[in-house]
């Protein structure tokens, strides 16, 4: 197995690096695994969670602050 090891300033591991080819290979291997990843969520997976109204006041809310962003540059 080719890891790579990521190291701190002071040279302690603080993470591995695992090849995609043989990270899929022990997924296929350890169903346990596919739980450690996180799941694919799409945007309309949230559709309907505000109301229209909310939305609107936090995009107005939004489009204030940009506008007053840019002329504070």
């Known amino acids: 197995m080719n890891l790579q090891y990521v190291s701190d300033e002071q040279g302690r591991h ?3 690096i695992i090849p995609i080819e043989e990270w ?3 997924k296929a291997k350890h169903q346990d695994l596919q739980s ?3 799941p ?3 945007p309309s997976d949230f559709f309907g969670t505000l ?3 909310d939305g609107e006041k936090m995009q107005k809310y939004v489009t204030q602050s940009r506008n007053e962003w840019e002329r504070a540059i």
């Open 14 to 16: 603080t993470a591995v």
């Open 24 to 26: 899929n290979e022990m």
């Open 36 to 38: 450690w990843e996180k």
């Open 40 to 42: 694919k969520v799409k």
């Open 51 to 53: 109301s229209k109204e």
